[in-house]
């Protein structure tokens, strides 16, 4: 081939390499930084702009773009922390709930309060669902649920059918059913149009804290907790159909990516992706280092969530490639497979950043090298002293059993008397370690103690008898026994007067053995 070609066919790798590379690659918001927490977000309906609820009352609106986030308009509002923020249908309009009890309707390009609702609830709103172009729900701490007309200007329905707050709110694609979730551990579903409750679950003896519709509408999950997912058949609102451990803390938000995954955030931090039916975790899309997340917003082409966290962040994920993952339904999950990561990166970030962070490697120095030689020299020599040391107390055995036989001619009545000598030996040193534990024992351990070791006595007499009937040198260990036995029968004798009559019966029984 000639060069030309040659260069040619490497020029066109070398695009195909940078085009894979650039797919790979996904653009993506810069974090915003706050200086207090965020407690919720909302992205607008048509243009690149979200707004956040701040802990101190304040409502912000940031511009967002891979270039470069820019602060739009900061509303004062609310005199308390903004809980709930969201985006009219139209995007005209910002709707905010806050600890102050209050709901109001700000205009996005003037800035100006449309409406004010200064005692919207009797205790403080906690959240807050856009249903329609008029229509908004808000339910408080207390388990209030209020439905707005904002043409009216008043709720047209009130109902209080929770006794702890309203968690998170949800409504069907045709705005017939609205369910709400509750700490109290119920899901309740209220018929919109006839402006009534409809049904509510058995308490699940659990914290309800975020709701979703998946499915093409035939399934319903609720996040807990204990850190499960909930779920429920539509219409059977009555009980759940099944349920899904392995979120290792609470799962306060969820948010539908597709009809079959879903995105959760929980306590730890931790934003994962999760299949639905086949139920599997996907993997980790983002997280905000062990900081609880508050809220996920996904962006309305779905390709793009953001959340907030007690970090002081809001954070950009990409999930549009969730959707090309598959999930092997024929092996079963398991809860010890290591999560996988799903972070898409943007611009210059290195896709493999965060790739084995979790592991430490510890460099092994020199010197390190050193003492592990020197220690193990060191065990080696300990190993060879041992080792000589074993030897010369087995020859000082030998010599011993050798000067011991050395009166007896037969070389069979030799070996005999050289294993007797040597059991005697043992036998001799455990009765007088047992006569000097009995001596003090006595003393300390009392009656009981001494009965006991008048019958371990009376069976180490009866081994050393049987060993005196096989060789003549084993007469003197008699004697020495005989001794021994006179010195416990004294202190048999003693023992007696404490022990009682009972006890006085079981050592004379011991001395009959004896003798």
């Known amino acids: 081939l000639s060069p030309d070609v040659v260069y040619f066919a490497a020029y066109v790798v070398m695009a195909e390499e940078q085009e894979k590379t650039e797919d790979d690659q996904v653009r993506i918001p810069a974090d915003i930084k706050f200086e207090d927490l965020v407690v919720d977000i909302s992205f607008h309906p048509s243009k690149p702009l979200i707004a956040a609820g701040v802990i101190t009352g304040e409502v912000t609106l940031h511009s967002y773009a891979p270039a470069a986030n820019t602060l739009v308009r900061t509303f004062k509002h609310h005199k308390r922390a903004a809980r709930a923020v969201a985006f009219s249908k139209d995007g005209n309009s910002l709707i905010t709930s806050s600890k102050d009890r209050s709901l109001q309707v700000v205009d996005v390009e003037t800035g100006k309060v449309g409406q004010s609702f200064l005692q919207a609830h009797p205790a403080p709103v906690y959240c807050q669902l856009v249903i329609s172009e008029r229509m908004v729900a808000t339910g408080d701490d207390e388990g209030n649920l209020k439905l707005w007309d904002l043409r009216k200007g008043h709720p047209i329905m009130e109902l209080q059918e929770n006794q702890d707050f309203i968690s998170d709110m949800a409504v069907d694609e045709e705005k017939r059913l609205l ?103 996907m993997g980790v899309v983002g997280e905000h280092e062990e900081f609880p997340i508050e809220q996920i917003r996904i962006t309305p082409n779905s390709e793009m969530i953001a959340s907030c966290s007690h970090d002081h962040k809001i954070k950009f ?50 010197s390190e090298d050193d003492v592990d030689e020197e220690e193990s020299d060191s065990d080696h020599d300990e190993t060879e002293d041992v080792i000589d040391g074993e030897d010369a107390n087995d020859s000082e055995d030998e010599e011993e059993s050798e000067e011991f036989s050395s009166d007896v001619s037969d070389n069979e009545e030799s070996e005999e008397s050289e294993d007797f000598s040597s059991e005697d030996e043992d036998s001799r040193d455990l009765d007088t370690t047992q006569s000097r ?17 008048d019958k371990s006595d009376a069976d180490d007499s009866e081994e050393s008898e049987e060993f005196t009937s096989d060789d003549e040198d084993s007469r003197d260990l008699d004697n020495s026994d005989s001794a021994e036995d006179t010195t416990e029968s004294n202190g048999r004798t003693a023992g007696e007067k404490t022990e009682g ?6 050592s004379d029984k011991s001395d009959a053995d004896d003798s």
Do not use: Y
């Open 317 to 366: 994920w990409h999930v549009a490639h969730l959707e090309k993952e598959t999930i092997d339904a024929s092996k079963k999950a398991k809860r010890d497979n290591k999560p996988k990561n799903l972070k898409k990166t943007g611009g210059h970030e290195d896709f493999f950043a965060d790739f084995g962070k979790d592991l430490e490697v510890k460099p092994v120095t020199e």
């Open 179 to 281: 369910l709400t979730t509750s700490g109290d551990g119920t899901m309740t579903t209220f018929n919109i149009r006839r402006r009534k409750k409809v049904m509510q679950s058995e308490n699940m003896e659990d914290e309800l804290l975020s709701v979703a519709i998946v499915k093409d509408g035939s399934k319903v999950i609720c996040g807990t907790g204990e850190g499960a997912l909930n779920f429920f058949n539509w219409e059977e609102f009555g009980n759940i159909s099944d349920r899904f451990p392995g979120h290792p803390m609470s799962v306060d938000c969820i948010v539908p990516v597709t009809e079959n995954i879903v995105c959760t955030g929980s306590m730890d931090g931790v934003i994962r992706a999760v299949h639905i039916l086949p139920n599997r975790f």
């Open 501 to 506: 009559p009972k006890e006085k019966s079981n």
């Open 437 to 453: 534990g009995r001596t003090s024992g006595e003393e300390a351990e009392g009656p009981k103690d001494k009965s006991n070791s």
